[in-house]
């Protein structure tokens, strides 16, 4: 089950006179001070990435993006989608599928797995996608928005802490399809500004952006979720690197997230 945040009251004039953008930036307020106070969050800037923390981290976006990217395809020509549905700027699970082959090689697909927080993330998506597609401009907008935002931060603090020498493995921070990210995200967000949303559609996407945070969050499994997911013969030491390397991938995408709050409004 994917819990769902409390909805965020709003005026009916209030809803009218405010931008999304500005909207989702309130009602996710609480989710950056939680995420930016993270020991993770200290960790991070300290630089201490390792290679299977990295390699567990792109898992994860291979199966958030791929529910993301097909959603937004199906849904490309829905009112709320079509405004802000652009692949050649934005798709990312090219850029993943190549980062995943440069680490596990050309059977990368046979390899990876996917934790059991991230399999309810990309259910969401894919339930919303079905259900309610106007709910995918939450998503889209946390997530294409806080990489952009990130990206270019997060990927050298991953080059230099794995000791990569080039760009191999780290496509995923990059944007050749966006010259400038500052212009690009004006746009994105003059785009959203502009969908037309009746107010509980507009309260309901609201909610859905914090949601959207609390499940970049929430990719943290307990130990009893790990199964084989790393590892096949478990001893207790292995089992808690285990753990702290999934930790780091929730804080990962919280930190993403939490770069967009600092840099994208």
Same mark, same amino acid.
């Given at each position: 089950?994917?819990?769902?945040?409390?909805?965020?009251?709003?005026?009916?004039?209030?809803?009218?006179?405010?931008?999304?953008?500005?909207?989702?930036?309130?009602?996710?307020?609480?989710?950056?001070? &939680?995420?930016? !106070?993270?020991?993770?969050?200290?960790?991070?800037?300290?630089?201490?990435?390792?290679?299977?923390?990295?390699?567990?981290?792109?898992?994860?976006?291979?199966?958030?993006?791929?529910?993301?990217?097909?959603?937004?395809?199906?849904?490309?020509?829905?009112?709320?989608?079509?405004?802000?549905?652009?692949?050649?700027?934005?798709? &990312?699970?090219?850029?993943?599928?190549?980062?995943?082959?440069?680490?596990?090689?050309?059977?990368? =697909?046979?390899?990876? =797995?996917?934790?059991?927080?991230?399999?309810?993330?990309?259910?969401?998506?894919?339930?919303?996608?079905?259900?309610?597609?106007?709910?995918?401009?939450?998503?889209?907008?946390?997530?294409?928005?806080?990489?952009?935002?990130?990206?270019?931060?997060?990927?050298?603090?991953?080059?230099?802490?794995?000791?990569?020498?080039?760009?191999?493995?780290?496509?995923?921070?990059?944007?050749?399809?966006?010259?400038?990210? !500052?212009?690009?995200?004006?746009?994105? &967000?003059?785009?959203? !500004?502009?969908?037309?949303?009746?107010?509980?559609?507009?309260?309901?996407?609201?909610?859905?952006?914090?949601?959207?945070?609390?499940? /970049?969050?929430?990719? !943290?499994?307990?130990?009893?979720?790990?199964?084989?997911?790393?590892?096949?013969?478990?001893?207790?030491?292995?089992? /808690?690197?285990?753990? &702290?390397?999934?930790?780091?991938?929730?804080?990962?995408?919280?930190?993403?997230?939490?770069?967009?709050?600092?840099?994208?409004?």
């Amino acid at each position: 089950k994917v819990a769902v945040t409390q909805k965020p009251r709003h005026s009916s004039s209030h809803c009218q006179s405010v931008d999304l953008s500005e909207q989702i930036k309130t009602a996710t307020k609480e989710s950056h001070v &939680r995420a930016e !106070n993270t020991e993770l969050m200290l960790s991070f800037q300290r630089g201490q990435v390792t290679l299977p923390q990295f390699k567990l981290l792109l898992c994860s976006l291979h199966e958030i993006y791929t529910a993301l990217e097909e959603e937004m395809d199906r849904n490309r020509d829905h009112p709320a989608v079509a405004p802000i549905y652009f692949p050649q700027e934005l798709s &990312r699970l090219e850029s993943i599928e190549k980062d995943l082959a440069f680490f596990y090689g050309p059977e990368w =697909r046979e390899q990876i =797995r996917t934790p059991a927080a991230t399999k309810r993330y990309a259910h969401r998506l894919r339930q919303i996608g079905r259900e309610n597609p106007e709910l995918l401009v939450a998503h889209a907008y946390t997530r294409y928005l806080g990489d952009l935002s990130g990206g270019q931060v997060l990927g050298r603090i991953a080059q230099k802490s794995m000791g990569l020498k080039g760009s191999e493995g780290l496509s995923f921070f990059a944007f050749p399809g966006v010259s400038s990210p !500052n212009l690009f995200k004006q746009l994105y &967000r003059s785009r959203m !500004n502009s969908i037309e949303l009746a107010q509980e559609e507009r309260e309901s996407v609201l909610q859905e952006a914090a949601t959207a945070f609390e499940l /970049n969050i929430q990719v !943290n499994v307990c130990p009893s979720d790990l199964g084989g997911l790393l590892i096949t013969t478990v001893d207790s030491g292995e089992a /808690n690197a285990a753990v &702290r390397r999934q930790r780091f991938v929730g804080f990962f995408l919280a930190l993403v997230t939490v770069t967009m709050g600092v840099y994208a409004f």
